[in-house]
């Protein structure tokens, strides 16, 4: 075991954390996760996707769901993936516009191939979301020596619109499992540029197949980071989660700790994976996390925690 400096980042203990939304049954391959939530006047809402195991389609809906307390989520909307096409569907990003509109970024894998590209619905209200027409924001390029695009994280800092986004080069077909974080920026949250890497990862750590930016927080002074990441092909789908503090440049993020900050407590026979973790501030201080987490059985569901605010960057211990 190793210590890692948490540098005030809220993160979730793994064992504490209260079930929101079950597995659609307890095989291995099938998920309830890939959380993204919204704390406002008062109410939470929360988007995520449910999958089934491959062959039996995979990725097949994006949801949106409400709640009062956080714990306890009522569906407001769904949006399938026939709507787009697509074979299947990752994690969404619920965002809420400075005029009050409701956007859901929406991640599509293209039929027969490993690409994938980016959504974007906007409605006037959550419910909304499930019959918004939808534009493409991110294509990525689905040509040799292409890329696919997933997982956005979305936020508006000073005016402006940046988004962190999951790529993965097409290069190497047995290789496609590779990812890096990419940066981009947008005036309107619908127009984006390619701004830089943010997150790459380093041979010979326990994340140096890939680094995928789950969350990215505003402690005030900084910008900081969680992610996901993995060693081998053979972690796919099995990530941990890792901490990573502000960069040269706004929008990145360098790597912090020699292993995992958070992981399943007690690894399942299929991984020890906790990812997509989502960290939402709450008005009067703390954190509410939202994440994915491997069960005994190989399944996957979706979990949240309260966590009170950190000021003395504590250290945990790590696989």
């Given at each position: 075991m190793t210590a890692v400096d948490t540098h005030g980042v809220p993160l979730p203990d793994g064992a504490s954390g209260t079930v929101v939304v079950p597995p659609p049954d307890g095989?291995?391959?099938?998920?309830?996760?890939?959380?993204?939530?919204?704390?406002?006047?008062?109410?939470?809402?929360?988007?995520?996707?449910?999958?089934?195991?491959?062959?039996?389609?995979?990725?097949?809906?994006?949801?949106?769901?409400?709640?009062?307390?956080?714990?306890?989520?009522?569906v407001v909307a769904v949006v399938d993936k026939d709507r787009f096409a697509a074979e299947s569907l990752e994690r969404p990003a619920l965002v809420v516009t400075p005029e009050g509109r409701w956007r859901l970024y929406v991640s599509c894998a293209t039929p027969g191939t490993k690409h994938w590209w980016v959504e974007l619905l906007e409605a006037d209200t959550p419910e909304g979301l499930a019959t918004a027409p939808s534009t493409t924001v991110l294509p990525g390029d689905a040509g040799p020596g292409g890329w696919a695009v997933k997982d956005p994280v979305v936020q508006s800092h000073g005016g402006i619109w940046h988004l962190w986004a999951s790529v993965h080069p097409l290069d190497d077909p047995d290789a496609t499992d590779r990812m890096t974080t990419e940066h981009?920026?947008?005036p309107d949250g619908v127009a984006w540029t390619w701004a830089g890497t943010a997150l790459r990862a380093e041979a010979g750590r326990w994340d140096s197949r890939g680094v995928r930016v789950s969350s990215v927080v505003d402690l005030g002074d900084r910008l900081v980071a969680t992610y996901d990441g993995r060693a081998s092909a053979a972690e796919n789908w099995e990530e941990r989660?890792?901490?990573?503090?502000?960069?040269?440049?706004?929008g990145t993020f360098r790597i912090v700790g020699d292993g995992p900050a958070a992981q399943a407590?007690?690894?399942?026979?299929?991984?020890?994976?906790?990812?997509?973790?989502?960290?939402?501030?709450?008005?009067?201080?703390?954190?509410?996390?939202?994440?994915?987490?491997?069960?005994?059985?190989?399944?996957?569901?979706l979990r949240t925690e309260a966590v009170a605010a950190r000021t003395d960057s504590p250290l945990v211990d790590a696989a």
């Open positions: 095989r291995p391959g099938t998920w309830a996760g890939a959380p993204s939530a919204v704390h406002r006047d008062g109410v939470f809402h929360l988007a995520y996707r449910l999958r089934r195991p491959e062959g039996e389609g995979r990725g097949y809906a994006n949801v949106v769901a409400r709640s009062t307390d956080g714990v306890s989520f009522g981009y920026s947008s989660t890792g901490v990573a503090l502000d960069g040269a440049a706004f407590p007690e690894p399942a026979r299929a991984g020890a994976g906790l990812r997509y973790l989502d960290v939402v501030a709450l008005p009067g201080g703390g954190y509410r996390l939202y994440y994915e987490v491997t069960r005994a059985d190989g399944a996957h569901e």
